[in-house]
């Protein structure tokens, strides 16, 4: 046994399905996805519109539940888990970045950040502490007292990006986090998720349609029709791409 096979990855599917029912029609939206992703690593999965990689990312994030197949996230069968129970693991262990910000409009970063430990154990001041330092992570402190409209997309996504951090998640799942952004921000903010994958170790999943997107990552999965049809290293699809550096850092 080698010594990847001994440890047990962060997430795992196994023949992983999901169909819909279009009037008297059936959608393979995913067939037979197997794959594995360990903890640490920064992964995109990419295709094109209608290929099965959001389908994928919500089911990840127990957002969604497949037809058939298995998904486990760090051994827990999530199949076998209630409704609660994985609104629990999706609230404690995973935190999204959407492309569209999904902020508050009239409320401050700090505030969009500290939601969701709203409903948590930690007292009001202990949130306020973590909020705080969420921002600092993402480099976007100097505009915690500003509402989402009085700042740029990339200002807006990297709040976005504290927000997923606040409550310390294992799992980072970015939905097309640059799609709203120009070609300069997107750098940064990709430099910025490379830079935190590489100081804490946190395992990032980066749905995307864009090759430069998938660039900067580690391993790129892709779908088409539904399937993975590649998975490997991003080096090997772009060669000649370069890697952020450690003054892109947050």
Do not use: W
């Not at 690593?41 to 295709?47: D, H, N, S, T, Y």
């Not at 902020?103 to 505030?111: D, I, N, Q, V, W």
């Not at 740029?152 to 709040?159: D, H, K, T």
Request: contains cysteine; proline residues 6%.
């Amino acid at each position: 046994m080698t010594a990847r096979a001994a440890v047990t990855p962060l997430i795992e599917t196994v023949g992983l399905s999901r169909c819909y029912a279009l009037g008297e029609a059936t959608v393979h939206a995913l067939v037979d996805a197997t794959l594995r992703i360990d903890a640490g690593e920064l992964v995109a999965i990419i295709g094109p519109s209608g290929s099965g990689k959001s389908t994928l990312m919500n089911i990840l994030g127990c957002l969604d539940r497949p037809t058939s197949g298995v998904y486990r996230f760090d051994g827990i069968d999530v199949g076998g888990l209630d409704g609660d129970a994985r609104a629990a693991l999706r609230n404690r262990r995973i935190g999204f970045v959407f492309q569209s910000f999904n902020l508050l409009p009239r409320t401050t970063a700090l505030e969009n950040v500290e939601l969701p430990l709203y409903y948590g154990p930690l007292p009001l001041g202990a949130q306020r502490a973590r909020a705080r330092a969420a921002l600092e992570r993402a480099g976007i402190a100097h505009r915690a007292d500003h509402v989402p409209g009085r700042m740029s997309g990339g200002e807006q996504q990297r709040v976005a990006i504290a927000r997923a951090l606040v409550g310390d998640p294992d799992l980072l799942l970015a939905d097309e986090p640059t799609g709203n952004l120009d070609s300069k921000t997107s750098r940064e903010i990709m430099a910025m998720l490379h830079a935190l994958n590489r100081s804490t170790g946190l395992t990032v999943v980066i749905v995307t349609h864009d090759p430069e997107v998938a660039a900067v990552t580690d391993r790129v999965i892709e779908f088409r029709d539904g399937r993975i049809v590649a998975d490997g290293p991003a080096a090997a699809r772009s060669p000649g791409s370069a890697r952020p550096t450690g003054a892109d850092a947050p």
